[in-house]
């Protein structure tokens, strides 16, 4: 049996590697983890972090010009202090990368190398000029923003997310190319700090993943804030104009024809997708197939076609969220530390997109459900039935739960202020398959935007018990009390 | 047989009269509705609803004040227009009444009657000069303030919760009697929107319902915010000195003596508990016996010394919440209407203080379940441990999980901005009786305040999986790959 130098072999230390790395080295294994920037990677760094300490940030300006509506002298609206907003975001990094240091996986047990790894053959890595080997290996190298092939891009400059979140002055115009969950959510913190804003994107709508009616309730939001959206757009050229750049637009209208169309902006940040950091790992000496954009194709125990090399986290594709790459490295460890099984249920993986309101999303879409012929129904449900909702001036939002012919909930999805946490029941309901009534079953406290469960369900109760039927009977009922059908009275409170 | 006028009277239309009255009436029994004031109750005009408004607005004030702190130019403090911010309450008010109207329930088939109603016999009830009977009435009439006797209060004006949500002004100081969930709340909220407050209780900790240590982080709070609170003091007598209201105070010291300090102020708020509305009632004649302070005590299955009288809501005593109400309500619907079984089950009632952070409560807290002498092991999870609560600025929260001997969940506290959302799955861990480890079961997405039950179960399991005698079961493992003892290992992944 051929001598490896450790057990596991860790390449990335962002979030799916971490979690790969602190279980197998606390279950014992010798653990090498190699990270050739930060650790914590791009979540902590460059992604949801930084992002959601700026949105919160962006929130209490939007709220301080609610203030200004609400008070006597109406003051200047407020001028962000980028540096200190900036020292905002490394304080909150620096309190969360402790968690993630080098000194804290040494004293679990890892070896830590910082530098980059790539393979020398398929059971040995190269870092810093040294040779690690080990049956098993991890590819764990995350991904970073796809920057598209347009013209005089390069030539102009562009933001990422990796330079966004440090900028020393705000933007007074930002051009967004891109409007998913990353485009429109800078997008809309940007322009509440002061920033113009426009939104560029080829897809006929805003968070095109995202549910038709949730997408269209941010849009409108967008909207009323001033956020400026161009779709079914390309970007054909950029060209310096004076002291901004301008992006060529070829915009399709209805027809099947385009026209075209200029945006002129301070900076560009290009959030058009993103592709695997796989370029630098030498994968051919390894024997590893990569799929488009670098991509690490795994199957669902996150095997590669290499059958002792895994990937998790953003480098398979699958889904670019911290929460799945942590499912993922458990996987992992189940399999390389215990020789356990172990698969992916992608089914109920969850997603947020950290708007304002923000949408929720586990499980079944209505469009999913019809994709794949399964029988269903939707429950819909307003939040202008929340009298919460009324009191945070957050009304605008919509439930829609997903259910199956015999009423087992498949799917749901939220737009609402706070809506990811409101989210939690449901992500219960889907794992379990509750049926709808189970919503009910718990006493909500009054007022919360929570209540938006039990309102749906109310709200499908109430005619099947309060029918004409029933009301006949009940009419009879109390008409002779004592005599009345007592059976037909309580099946109808079982009803509800 | 006699003939009433109607099957059922419902004597007040607030949160439980009017569930009563509304399931009765689609049910299709021939209701009453009594009604003296405003349809909606005390929640809706002076409660619940202008309170989470008012909350709202001053949180949006000081959001405002962290916006300065972010800003290139620090403006004044914005100076609240209380015209504006009564308008906005008024607004909300108005937006919820329709649900609660008049002719809403009349269409749904009640009579409804503006008026005072009392007892004229056990089963008829005079309103307006008119006699109704009905062999069910239910008594809904809600709660007040109940105004302590100090001297010189009366005379020196106060003010409750009836007149605290349309002030002309904001006071420039407020003393608040009552450190419970409304004066805790209203005396943020003015602080907040720039008033001096000062808070003034005998009990020696703010939310003396609400578990200890969870107090304590909204107190810590309320001293960083600065909210002055007095406690063990007792208010003696209350002069006018000057424009001011000056409360004299007998605050206790550790030692059983007591000093004297005094509090002046330009507006006093009581908030020392409540009162039922039952004083008009003509009870006598009804023969029902009262409790103290006018309460109406019921069993479990509300009903009162007098079995066809029934009360819900705050009028009973028990807990004085909307939710509650409805719970209730929906018993005496099955009774009186369907002639069906039904107890309130008070085990698994929620509640929350809406303050910031909010502090959210079901089942079981540490004293509850030691006083019943079950034994129970406490799970508890800093939301320091949460990234989004870092982001957010909001980190200073603490969940607490009671659990039994097999790990059942007895109960949940939380104190953390939005609590009373974040506690919704705990609702039904405790009224279902989940084991610990099935808030585990749900992926949660990343990064949400959420994620705190998953980490509270994983800070629980990580030492059992990660004990040395695990780890040198899996040493050896690792070293005679393929002839470990693979029994183990697997043990070691249920383990997780």
């Known amino acids: ?233 390309t970007a054909v050229r950029v060209a310096p104009g004076g002291r901004k750049k301008v992006i060529q637009l070829s915009v399709a209208d209805g027809s099947g024809a385009s026209r075209s169309q200029t945006v002129s902006a301070d900076q560009i940040l290009v959030a058009a997708g993103r592709q695997a950091n796989t370029d630098s790992l030498n994968t051919a000496a390894a024997g590893l197939e990569l799929g488009p954009r670098g991509y690490v194709p795994v199957d669902a125990s996150l095997r590669s076609n290499v059958r002792h090399i895994y990937a998790v986290g953003d480098s398979n594709g699958t889904y670019p969220f911290t929460h799945v790459a942590g499912a993922e490295a458990a996987v992992v460890v189940r399999r390389a530390a215990l020789h356990a099984g172990g698969r992916m249920n992608y089914r109920t993986v969850p997603w947020v997109s950290y708007t304002y309101p923000e949408i929720a999303h586990v499980g079944h879409s209505e469009e999913s459900a019809a994709r794949e012929g399964i029988r269903h129904r939707v429950v819909r449900q307003s939040f202008s039935g929340v009298d919460r909702a009324h009191a945070e001036a957050a009304s605008e939002g919509l439930l829609k739960i997903i259910v199956d012919r015999r009423d087992r909930v498949l799917g749901v999805q939220i737009a609402a202020a706070g809506a990811g946490e409101l989210l939690a029941p449901a992500l219960h309901a889907v794992g379990r398959k509750w049926k709808l009534s189970a919503f009910r079953t718990a006493m909500t406290p009054y007022p919360t935007m929570s209540e938006v469960f039990g309102r749906a369900v109310s709200a499908q109760l109430a005619p099947k018990l309060f029918n004409p039927r029933a009301r006949r009977i009940l009419r009879a009922l109390f008409r002779y009390r004592g005599s009345g059908p007592h059976a037909a009275a309580s099946a109808a409170a079982h009803g509800e």
């Open 1 to 233: 049996m051929r001598r490896y130098s450790h057990d596991i072999i860790v390449i990335g230390g962002g979030a799916g590697g971490l979690s790969v790395a602190s279980g197998c080295a606390q279950l014992g294994m010798k653990t090498a983890l190699i990270e050739r920037e930060h650790m914590g990677g791009d979540c902590l760094h460059y992604g949801c972090v930084p992002s959601k300490t700026l949105l919160h940030v962006a929130g209490q300006f939007a709220a301080a010009r609610e203030v200004a509506s609400l008070s006597r002298i109406t003051a200047a609206a407020p001028q962000p202090d980028m540096m200190a907003i900036n020292a905002r975001i490394t304080a909150v990094i620096n309190t969360i990368a402790y968690h993630d240091s080098p000194q804290r996986f040494r004293s679990l047990g890892a070896e830590v190398f910082l530098g980059s790894g790539s393979f020398t053959l398929p059971n040995e890595v190269e870092v810093n000029g040294e040779h690690l080997s080990a049956k098993t290996i991890v590819i764990a190298t995350g991904s970073r923003a796809a920057i598209p092939p347009i013209e005089g891009l390069a030539e102009a400059g562009y933001l990422t997310n990796r330079d966004v979140f440090s900028l020393p002055e705000l933007p007074r115009s930002l051009a967004i190319l891109g409007a998913g969950p990353i485009g429109v959510e800078l997008g809309q913190a940007f322009s509440r700090l002061g920033s113009s804003v426009t939104i560029i994107d080829m897809a006929a709508r805003i968070l095109p993943r995202d549910d038709g009616e949730m997408s269209a309730i941010v849009s409108a939001q967008l909207e009323r804030e001033g956020v400026h959206t161009i779709m079914n757009a």
